[in-house]
């Protein structure tokens, strides 16, 4: 390691790698992997490694903007605050909200959440995080008690059997992936992949079942019945640890003979019947799931089918043995855990009567919410209906991700008053903003970061400011002074942050669960410059006990949704996602000319025999359609698509084209249980334009 390099974490998706960064010159910054990080041993993939690329000012937001004209913070600070309390004043709290985003560090998002849910006095804070993960963690509180990850990394080293569940982890989680395959050529490891589409993930894959979309409910049940018929549960396990509701195996036992389920599913009986011999042989499993379990209409039951299977067969909290929810973003996880979201209040407590005492108590708060604000997909639909008056959009561009894209855009148009702190000067969603303040970016700033496995790891700035850009936990803490609260929001460094939040988390349960980041912030700066894991991703049974209220995990009953028919006018499924070399909507990897390399433009996937029938040839100009939108696209055709199902990715923008707008598609109908939207199956036409 040369003398200049500081250890960083990588500013992309939940696997979290650490970087060796040196800077090489003016705003040149030559990128390494940490060989000492234990999420990547040294390794970065292609996004990681061409971050260098990244760091230069073009398009940056360099000062604080009202409308078109640049003005100092001082004047743009004040009219923020002034308009937000006038709001509050005249229409309540709940007229105003906050929506942000796993960018964040945990820093700023703990600073955002304690003036929306402490001091202004409404749970009207969400994020982008409800798009990625939130019915995993729905999931996780209803079978465990709390939004815990019973996994690590390390387990995917000692698993005999990985299965993965509607993730393409060869493109979307690079390392894990690599990861994976290392121990597949040390140990044999059997890899399983569930995935409608035939991805890269598949090609080194022991089987690949292409499941019929939103019907994995009833491809873990299944498995769960043969298991119940070969005598494969974990009595002993369950008798001491789980509690099994009166009508669970009913449930179970439906419709679960082989045959049955694998007409539900739509793959062959044979490799069901692999697929059901490799987890018979293969105690220690993993099953790790992502997108294409989280971003389904039902994803809360898929992620309780995956865990109850875990839980009957005392597959978890042993070594190589867990269900894994991957987490897409950089700070996903950093969010869940100081409240980010809507739903929850902070440190993972929800809004019990007692909790919201507690909090407020530690805040000193004068208005604590006391109920969840709206989620995000509720959130935009408030703003479009008036009911949100004004909005601040920290470090997010909801106007290309949200489902019906179209709309929210139409929502931001119409609303009072928007705020938008951003890196980029010139967002899709920063063109509907009345104020816009430049905000610090990766390199440039410093805090904490909790990837997949709950690892928290430094992000560290190596680079100045540039312009007047600040970091976001100052801009949201210069707001709250101005609001009134000098006081709570008197921080001076992202330290003064992690320590409060370290306190706050050890009020919860007389502070035996977060004892890791409390004795952390009780040893001071040293310690927060070299943490060591959080201990509850590596032990959280530690306590012989689940965080319910008897101890014991629930088994949760879950039926498969009757599957719909093909509609006559929408006969085809989309199905969206990310490409290997972008990030959401490219704003930082379109500065990359390596990266564009990959796929220089958005192709829409179908199927040979669906695209004969429509006269569509490789190459073509298509126009894709839903009830909420159409874009257009160049077509491919890929045999790794089930017939009736296409694809599209996320990222392009109208800044980058005036096709391939995914995100004007989708229905922005959500899962009852978490609120997450559902991405993967929007009925859809596709014709040759
Ligand atoms: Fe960055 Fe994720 Fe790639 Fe690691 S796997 S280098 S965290 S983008």
């Known amino acids: 390691m040369s003398e200049a390099a500081v250890r960083t974490t990588c500013a992309y998706c939940g696997v979290g790698c650490g970087i060796r960064a040196t800077v090489t010159g003016d705003r040149q910054v030559k990128i390494e992997g940490d060989p000492d990080h234990p999420a990547n041993r040294g390794r970065l993939c292609s996004k990681g490694t061409h971050l260098g690329e990244t760091v230069g000012l073009d398009g940056r937001l360099l000062h604080p903007m009202i409308g078109d004209k640049r003005v100092g913070w001082d004047k743009a600070l004040d009219l923020v605050a002034r308009r937000f309390k006038e709001t509050i004043a005249r229409h309540g709290p709940d007229s105003v909200a906050f929506y942000v985003s796993g960018q964040l560090l945990t820093e700023d998002y703990y600073v955002a959440n304690k003036l929306m849910k402490g001091f202004i006095g409404s749970g009207n804070i969400d994020t982008n995080s409800r798009l990625c993960m939130s019915s995993a963690v729905a999931g996780h509180i209803r079978a465990f008690g709390e939004d815990v990850v ?27 992936y690599q990861r994976i395959m290392a121990a597949r050529a040390e140990r044999g490891t059997k890899l399983v992949v569930i995935d409608p589409r035939r991805t890269e993930t598949c090609e080194d894959a022991d089987l ?67 697929y059901y011999d490799l987890f018979a042989a293969n105690p220690r499993t993993v099953t790790l799931f992502s997108q294409g379990i989280n971003q389904a209409l039902r994803g809360t039951d898929q992620v309780n089918a995956i865990i109850n299977l875990h839980l009957a067969t005392g597959r978890i909290g042993k070594p190589g043995a867990a269900p894994f929810s991957i987490t897409g973003q950089p700070n996903a996880m950093g969010g869940r855990e100081v409240g980010g979201l809507a739903s929850t209040l902070a440190a993972h407590m929800d809004f019990a009567p007692e909790n919201v005492a507690r909090v407020g108590r530690f805040w000193s708060a004068p208005a604590m919410a006391t109920k969840p604000g709206l989620k995000a997909v509720d959130l935009f639909r408030a703003v479009g209906e008036g009911r949100i008056k004004a909005l601040w959009v920290m470090a997010t561009n909801p106007a290309v991700s949200m489902p019906d894209a179209g709309r929210v855009r139409e929502a931001l148009a119409a609303c009072p008053f928007v705020v938008v702190s951003d890196v980029i000067a010139d967002t899709d969603t920063g063109r509907f903003a009345h104020v816009r303040l430049p905000a610090t970016g990766w390199a440039e700033k410093d805090g904490t970061v909790t990837n997949s496995e709950r690892r928290i790891s430094r992000q560290r700035g190596l680079l100045p400011a540039p312009g007047e850009a600040r970091p976001d ?27 409060e939040h370290a306190r706050l988390s050890t009020y919860q349960n007389g502070g035996a669960r977060l004892f890791d980041i409390g004795h952390h912030a009780a040893i001071g700066n040293a310690a927060y410059d070299a943490m060591e894991p959080n201990l509850w991703g590596g032990q959280p049974f530690a306590d012989g006990g689940f965080s319910t209220p008897d101890g014991r995990a629930r088994l949760v009953s879950v039926r498969q949704a009757k599957l719909a028919d093909p509609l006559k006018d929408w006969p085809l499924t989309l199905n969206t996602g990310r490409y290997r070399d972008q990030w959401h909507t490219m704003t930082r990897t379109g500065l990359s000319p390596k990266l564009a390399r990959h796929r220089e433009e958005p192709l829409a996937e179908i199927n040979p025999e669906d695209a004969e029938r429509r006269g569509i040839a490789e190459g073509d100009i298509v126009r894709v359609a839903t009830p909420q939108g159409e874009s257009l696209f160049r077509a491919t055709l890929s045999e790794g698509q089930r017939r009736g199902e296409m694809f599209t990715p996320i990222h392009w923008t109208d800044r980058q084209s005036s096709g391939g707008r995914t995100g004007l598609l989708p229905r922005p109908l959500t899962d009852p249980h978490s609120g997450q939207p559902g991405f993967k199956s929007t009925p859809t036409q596709v014709e040759k334009v």
């Open 208 to 274: 690949h079942l292409a499941i019929r979309p939103g019907s994995d409910v009833a491809l873990m049940n299944g498995l769960l019945a043969h298991c119940r018929r070969e005598g494969l549960l974990d009595e002993a396990f369950l008798t001491a640890h789980v509690a099994t509701p009166d009508d669970f195996w009913d449930a179970i036992e439906e419709d679960s003979d082989l045959w049955s389920v694998a007409k539900t599913c739509d793959v062959a009986p044979a490799d069901l019947k692999q």
């Open 150 to 176: 019973p996994a690590s990394y390390d387990d995917l080293d000692a698993a005999d059997l990985i299965i993965l569940v509607g993730s393409n982890t060869a493109w979307c989680h690079p390392i894990v």
């Open 473 to 499: 936990w100052w801009i949201i803490s210069e707001v709250g002074k101005r609001m009134g609260w000098g006081s709570a929001f008197a921080y001076e460094r992202p330290a003064d942050i992690y320590r």
